[in-house]
T-cell receptor, first 112, second 116 residues
Framework: AQSVSQHNHHVILSEAASLELGCNYS??????LFWYVQYPGQHLQLLLK??????LVKGIKGFEAEFIKSKFSFNLRKPSVQWSDTAEYFC??????????FGTGTRLQVFP | DGGITQSPKYLFRKEGQNVTLSCEQN?????MYWYRQDPGQGLRLIYY???????QKGDIAEGYSVSREKKESFPLTVTSAQKNPTAFYLC???????????????FGPGTRLTVL
């Protein structure tokens, strides 16, 4: 069965630190990849997505992610985090069907 | 404003009672979904519907039921058969279901159900 792994369960950073959240999936075929973010008390919202083309995808609020097919990875990055980035981040994969498979999430806490 | 509404935001029920969670969307989306979110487990798919009057079981459908009589509505019933119903429930929708892979899902604000 397809699965998505997010190995960082809880990340704590100071403002201006760089961020990289890992996401690996298990599926050998064509995939569509997503990162969603859930800010405290808010809806889950799309941060960025990859369907095809340039494997480096830029999203909202300065986030980017790189699709590395050989590593089955889609890691999320941001060069300099802000306190307002405190949230839970979910990686998700869509394979063939309309179903999204979510990872377990990474809770990011950014301290001023 | 276009979007997805879920009501109520918080819901308390006694053990053994069925409870129905509401999900309405005015985005004219064909597909709708129900997820359950538990700490440390991410989102798990309960049921989804690609079109009116049709729905499919997700990964954790046992103890749940749905209906899709109208395009804009996809209510979820948590039955007494669900062994651990206390959770945060999220509804989502997308333009199309299986026809296209290019559609992102849009999420509602969620309903936190607590069974006492």
């Amino acid at each position: 069965a397809q699965s998505v792994s997010q190995h960082n369960h809880h990340v704590i950073l100071s403002e201006a630190a760089s961020l990289e959240l890992g996401c690996n999936y298990s599926y050998g075929g064509t995939v569509n990849l997503f990162w969603y973010v859930q800010y405290p008390g808010q809806h889950l919202q799309l941060l960025l997505k990859y369907f095809s083309g340039d494997p480096l995808v830029k999203g909202i609020k300065g986030f980017e992610a790189e699709f590395i097919k050989s590593k089955f990875s889609f890691n999320l990055r941001k060069p300099s985090v802000q306190w307002s980035d405190t949230a839970e981040y979910f990686c998700a994969v869509k394979v063939n069907t309309d179903k999204l498979i979510f990872g377990t999430g990474t809770r990011l806490q950014v301290f001023p | 404003d276009g979007g997805i509404t879920q009501s109520p935001k918080y819901l308390f029920r006694k053990e053994g009672q069925n409870v129905t969670l509401s999900c309405e969307q005015n985005l004219n989306h064909d597909a709708m979904y129900w997820y359950r979110q538990d700490p440390g487990q991410g989102l798990r798919l309960i049921y989804y519907s690609q079109i009116v009057n049709d729905f499919q079981k997700g990964d954790i459908a046992e103890g749940y039921s749905v209906s899709r009589e109208k395009k804009e509505s996809f209510p979820l019933t948590v039955t007494s058969a669900q062994k651990n119903p206390t959770a945060f429930y999220l509804c989502a929708s997308s333009i199309e279901g299986a026809v296209s892979s290019y559609n992102e899902q849009f999420f509602g604000p969620g309903t936190r159900l607590t069974v006492l």
